[in-house]
C-alpha cells in the first residue's frame, strides 16, 4: 500500500514496551478527541475518544489522557505489539456548537521493532 | 455490514480536467464528510452533506462541489484540477456518533 505520511515524526519502540503519543492542539472550544490509527494504504480507524467533561478514559490496551489547562491529548498503548505499527492521528471537534467537522493534528508514525 | 465503501481506488486525471469520486456510507449511517489528505499531512474537513444538503465547509475553493442522494450515498466533483489537487479523499460517515472512514480514493492530477 501507499505510505501515508513519509516525513512525520517518528516514534520507535521495542515489542512489548509501552508507547505514548502526545498532540497538541489549538481550539479552546474543543469538547471533543479522537484518536485515529491510519495503516498504509487505509483510511484511519478510531482507535478512542474523550469529551472535554474527562482527563482519562481508558480501552482495550489504550488510554487517552486530556489536559485542557495546556490543550495537550495523550494516547498510551500497553504491551505494544508489531501489529501497532502505523500512523497516528489526533482529531478535535466541537460537539456542543454541532459542528461535526473534525480538525486532525499531523500525526505520529510508531514502529514496532520485534 | 460493508462499511464505508469509496470508488474508485486509483484515478489519474490531467490539469484542467473534471473528476467524480463516489462513496456509500455505513447501514444506518445519514450523514457524509469528506475530507482531503495530502501526503504526509492529516485529513483536512472539505464539506458535510445532511438530509441532501451541505452543512458545513471547510476552507475549500468553489471548485470542489458534492452532492448527496436520498439513499445517503454521496460524490464529491472537482473541476479545473490542479496538480496540488493531487491526494487522498477520504469519506467518512456518521449518524449521531463517531465518524467512520472509508479507504479512500488515490488522485494523482499530471
Known amino acids: 500500500g501507499e505510505s501515508v505520511g513519509l516525513h512525520l515524526p517518528t516514534l520507535s519502540v521495542q515489542e512489548g514496551d509501552n508507547s505514548i503519543i502526545n498532540c497538541a492542539y489549538s481550539?479552546?472550544?474543543?469538547?471533543?478527541f479522537i484518536w485515529y490509527k491510519q495503516e498504509s494504504g487505509k483510511g484511519p480507524q478510531f482507535i478512542i475518544d474523550i469529551r472535554s467533561n474527562m482527563d482519562k478514559r481508558q480501552g482495550q490496551r489504550v488510554t487517552v489522557l486530556l489536559n485542557k489547562t495546556v490543550k495537550h491529548l495523550s494516547l498510551q498503548i500497553a504491551a505494544t505489539q508489531p501489529g501497532d505499527s502505523a500512523v497516528y492521528f489526533c482529531?478535535?471537534?466541537?460537539?456542543?456548537?454541532?459542528?461535526?467537522?473534525?480538525?486532525f493534528g499531523s500525526g505520529t508514525r510508531l514502529q514496532v521493532q520485534p | 455490514d460493508a462499511g464505508v465503501t469509496q470508488s474508485p481506488t486509483h484515478l489519474i486525471k490531467t490539469r484542467g480536467q473534471q473528476v467524480t469520486l463516489r462513496c456509500s456510507p455505513k447501514?444506518?449511517?445519514?450523514?457524509v464528510s469528506w475530507y482531503q489528505q495530502a501526503l504526509g499531512q492529516g485529513p483536512q474537513f472539505i464539506f458535510q452533506y445532511y438530509e441532501e444538503e451541505e452543512r458545513q465547509r471547510g476552507n475549500f475553493p468553489d471548485r470542489f462541489s458534492g452532492h448527496q442522494f436520498p439513499n445517503y450515498s454521496s460524490e464529491l466533483n472537482v473541476n479545473a484540477l490542479l496538480l496540488g489537487d493531487s491526494a487522498l479523499y477520504l469519506c467518512?460517515?456518521?449518524?449521531?456518533?463517531?465518524?467512520?472512514f472509508g479507504p479512500g480514493t488515490r488522485l494523482t492530477v499530471t
Open positions: 447501514s444506518g449511517h445519514d450523514t
Open positions: 467518512a460517515s456518521s449518524f449521531i456518533g463517531e465518524q467512520y
Open positions: 481550539n479552546s472550544a474543543s469538547d471533543y
Open positions: 482529531a478535535e471537534d466541537e460537539m456542543d456548537t454541532g459542528r461535526r467537522a473534525l480538525t
